[in-house]
Each structure stands twice: as C-alpha cells, then as structure tokens.
C-alpha cells in the first residue's frame, strides 16, 4: 500500500486542517497516511476514528518545526523539526511521498539536498496547476523554485513538464510553449531566446507563448524562470480577487443588483471553485527522486485532500522514474 | 494653443475610430489636432465639421505607413511613413506632442532616435495605467519597451514614475514599489535585488511589492524590467477575460441565471468600464524629450480620444521638463 508524509505543522491555520484533510483522503483511497508533528496537538484531532482508518494512519512525533519566518538554511540543521523528519521519511524509504503546507523553502531545500536530484536535473522545479477556461487545468513551471535560471533549466523544466502533463495529468500530444512577451521567435528576453533555441530541438515546443495563454487552454505546459512563474501567478490571483472585490462592491449599491446577486449565487460559486486553488491541490516539486507536493501555507482541509490524491496519482503513475528515463536519454 | 499630431494609420480597425476618436476630444478641448496619414481615407470622415472644429484641424498626407508585421528598424528609413512624419512634427515643435496606435516599436525607435532622450535616461520606457479595487489606477513602467534592463534602468524608471504620478496624476505622497517575488528585502532576482540597493536613498521608493499589489491600490508606481512589466500586463487582461468567458458560459445554463444576468447588467457594465483599456487613454513613452503617447492597436473611438486627454495633461503639467529636472540633480 503506498504510504504518504504528511508535514502537519508550520501552516497558516495550524494543525486542525491538515490533519482533517489527510483523514478524509484516508476514508476515500486506499493507502496509508504518516502524520509528521506535534503529537500532543494530533492526538484529539484523530481519537475516535474507525478501525478501517486508524489501521492506515500513524503519528511520528517531533518537538520543533520551521516558522514561515526562519530562513530555508535552518532546515537543514533543525533536525527535529517535522519537515527535516518528514523529509527523511521519505528519504529512507518508510513513506512513498511528501506533503507539507509548511515553509516551502524548507520543503525545497530539504527535498534537493536530503532526498536528491534525479541525475540530469540541474534544478528543481515547482510545478503549480492553474485554471483554464477549458476543463483541463495548464501547468506553468518553475513557478519558484529558482528566480535566476539558465537556458538549460528552461530545458529541463520543459522535459519534467512533458513527462508530469502525460502521466500525471494524461494529457495527450502535450504542447509545452516557452513563456514569452510575444509569439514571434524574434521576442523574448536574453535567457528565453537562448531556450528557445534549445527548445526547437523537442517535438512538444509549441514556441513562445504570452502569460494570456495560460488561461485559455492552448497551452497544457508554460515554462519559464521561478521569478516571472511567481509574477504571473501572483498576478493572476491578484486579479482575481480585484475583480471579485470590484464585483460585489457594486452589487450593494442596489436592490435591483442584489436580487441579481442572489440569483446568481450558483454561478459565482462555480467560478469560485474553478479558481480555487484547493481544488487542484499542491504544487509538486519536480526533478527530486521521490514524491513532493509543496501545499499553500493558508491551505484548508480541501487543499490538503486533494494534495494528498496529486501524490497519489503521481505515485501510481510513475512520474519520478518516467523522469528519470527522460534524462537517461 | 497645445498641438497634438495623431498617427490615424496602421491600427488594427483602420484609420476611422483614430480620426472619430481625435474629433470627440476636438470637440470637448481647445486644442488643435494634426492627423497624419492618407488624406484619401482621412478626408471623408472630416468632410462636413462645423467651423469651430475645422479651424482648429489640419491633415498632413503621407503615402506610406508601418505594417504590424514590419520590423522597428524599418521605421528609421522609410521617411514617408506616417509615423515617420509625425515623429518630425513633433521633433521641428509643429506639433507639441505625439498619439499613435500604430506599430508601438517603430514610435519607440523614431521617439528615441528622432526626438532624442532626456539627458540622464539610459532608456525610455512605457508606463501604463493599470485598474485597482480604489478609485486611483497604479501604474507600471516598464510595461515593454526593454526586455532586458540594467538595476540602473530600474531606477531612473522609479524617478520617471515618481514625476509622472505627481504631476499628471496629481498623486501626493507617490508610493514606488519594486517588483519582485516577495515583499521582504531579501526577495527578488539578481536584477531587482541590485535595484533594491540603489532605490533605498529615494524617500518615495516603499520596498519590494508583489504583482497582486498592482490591483489593489497599494502601491502607485510599480517599476520593473520590460519584459515582467508585459508578463504581468498579459496575465492581467488573460484572467480577467478568462473570468468573463467562464462565467457568461455558466449564465447561459439556467433561465434563473440568465436573469439573474440581466438584473446585474449594471454592475457588468462598471466591471467592465473600471478594466477597459480605453477608458485609461494610451501608454505615455517617459524618457523622451517630448509627449509621446503610445496607443493600442486595437483603439477603438474612446481610447484614442482619452489618449488625447492624456497627452494634453501631460504637456499641461509639463512632465517632460519636470523630468529633465528631476534628472539634471
């Protein structure tokens, strides 16, 4: 049965959600769920639970953890801390995979320098899932990890993002574009021109792409440098609740609009739930040789779920060792 | 009286909203307009002006313009081009200052190399209003005329913005934030990170801001290099269509909905009004030696007349001379 780490602590909301959400992942799939914390916060959280359940579940107990305010550096020397012990978990093989929601550079630093790269990977890179207005979400990767790139990282993100949208995602045909300010092969700046010139090499470069682009569904992966994958994405959500804020503001200026507000409950939820983050889980930190999903800091019990069945579907579908194969080439 | 010379060829629907557009700001401001381009297509559409508007119009034929698909460089030799002969006007001082929604590299290369840098500037760049949840829009330079920048481009960008905002915009107290990938000082690329150095001696310069910060009245001017400034832009107008897309599509699933639809028209209609381009005029060029407006090619009526507006509040505040000012220190 596969067996996934669950780093409980250093959220935004505190123990409850995480803890929550990786049980009701365990009451709808079949694998067993290693809870990494502070037992004496766990332990209320999972007292009267059914056999079928605390059969598959089990606590490791640790007495520190990395503060979103720590730097990424003292994760490696905390060694109590639930990341550093989750992480090696996973490392010495008694989990198959990571979930944390806590401080991500921890996470990283942690999962590259304890767990490894996979041979051929320079860097790792986050992985994160964004709506489009098709049914199949984009991926845009680094959206991160690493703010200064070379033009063989942009390569190697366009590889793992090939190989995560087919097996994890079984996407077919998976059109990669190189994140660009036009389509034209002439625009780009010093580092993506130097790419695309690499990237003309692969059947699945599709060429550049505008950050338009990965909202409207022509494109399954977006590749890019950490720092512009950070701006689109913080760009995006920024939007987003701009609009959200601009909306409702308005709709309380007359009855007449509140009426229509109400009648309309339905849809903005369902535009909700296509933005929202939870639905589509964490962020898998690609190019380590194990399972790592990077879950948002304010994560509520939905996100941590549905983190837990992304870890599951990438273990089940081999992404590591698909990864592997890719740069044994 | 101002003179402002308007580039009526090249735009994506043609010469007719460019003239219209420049003729409803005639109408509602003294000033005097200077279309540029085919008289063939330019006169039909000024052929029966009441007198108060003819006196204060004039057209200079030229029988070439710059396509979309011609190269920037090409703008330099082909000295019939309409962009070309509009630049000269303003370069001579026939006109005061420049609108054109034609081929935006050709106006750049021709402002720059025709009308001449302010001394001090490295490289002029392109401010464009962004929409925020507050009654004052932000606004972010470099929104695309240099792709890759030095730290120090960043910081006459800031002291650019800084003028701009004050003078123009008549803000108080303007807020410069640098974009980065995270709001602590330690966050950002090597470029922004260089950038942050320098730009602590300015009292107006608050930190790193995120790209979220762009939307919510946080933050006036928002400097970064050219090619984050287009990412951010395109991700902006992508999500926010994106939204549009997927919730009409929902409206349409149910008669409740669809009336719900209608009873929110209004609020539909102020959303988008508050995120409409054309209402936030073109994207003045700072850095060159005189008012250079750069409109959309896609400018319908009112974008070119608020363009107008733009330019005409720009020479009123004399932002190109408080610039060379600011420089000149």
Redesign the interface.
């Known amino acids: 049965m596969l067996r996934v780490a669950v780093d409980v602590m250093g959220a935004d909301k505190g123990v409850a959600p995480i803890v929550l959400g990786a049980l009701e992942a365990l009451k709808k799939r079949e694998f067993e769920a290693i809870l990494v914390g502070d037992e004496s916060q766990i332990s209320p959280l999972i007292s009267n639970l059914p056999q079928n359940l605390k059969s598959r579940l089990s606590v490791r107990h640790c007495s520190d953890y990395i503060r979103m305010e720590d730097g990424a550096t003292e994760a490696l020397k905390r060694k109590d801390s639930s990341i550093y012990v989750a992480t090696e978990i996973v490392k010495n093989g008694e989990a198959d995979a990571l979930v944390s929601p806590g401080h991500s550079g921890a996470t990283m630093s942690l999962a590259t320098m304890r767990i490894g790269r996979i041979k051929g990977i320079s860097r790792p890179a986050i992985c994160t899932l964004m709506?489009?207005?098709t049914a199949k979400p984009s991926m845009i990767l680094d959206a991160?990890a690493n703010?200064?790139c070379k033009s063989e990282y942009l390569v190697e993100f366009a590889i793992m993002g090939n190989e995560y949208a087919t097996s994890v995602m079984g996407y077919e045909n998976v059109r990669v574009g190189l994140?660009?300010?036009?389509e034209e092969e002439s625009k780009?700046?010093?580092l993506t021109k130097e790419a695309f010139k690499l990237l003309k090499e692969y059947p699945f470069f599709i060429g550049n792409v505008?950050?338009?682009?990965?909202?409207?569904g022509s494109t399954d992966v977006i590749v890019c440098?950490?720092?512009?994958g950070?701006?689109?994405l913080?760009?995006?959500?920024?939007?987003?609740?701009?609009?959200s804020?601009?909306?409702k503001d308005?709709?309380k200026s007359?009855p007449?609009?509140i009426?229509?507000?109400?009648?309309?409950k339905?849809?903005?939820a369902?535009?909700k739930k296509?933005?929202d983050y939870a639905e589509y889980g964490g962020a898998p930190l690609l190019g380590v040789n194990k399972v790592v999903i990077i879950s948002h800091g304010k994560s509520n019990e939905r996100a941590i779920e549905c983190a837990v069945y992304q870890a599951l579907r990438a273990l089940e579908s081999k992404v590591c060792e698909r990864i592997e194969k890719a740069f044994a080439k």
């Not at 009426?259 to 309309?264: K, M, N, R, S």
Request: glycine share 16%; no cysteine; net charge negative.
């Open positions: 709506p489009t207005t991160g703010t200064d994140l660009a300010n036009g780009g700046n010093e505008e950050s338009g682009d990965i909202f409207n440098d950490g720092f512009s950070n701006l689109v913080k760009a995006a959500e920024g939007v987003a609740s701009a609009v804020k601009i909306l308005d709709i007359s007449i609009k009426l229509g507000g109400i009648l309309l339905g849809s903005f369902n535009l296509k933005m």
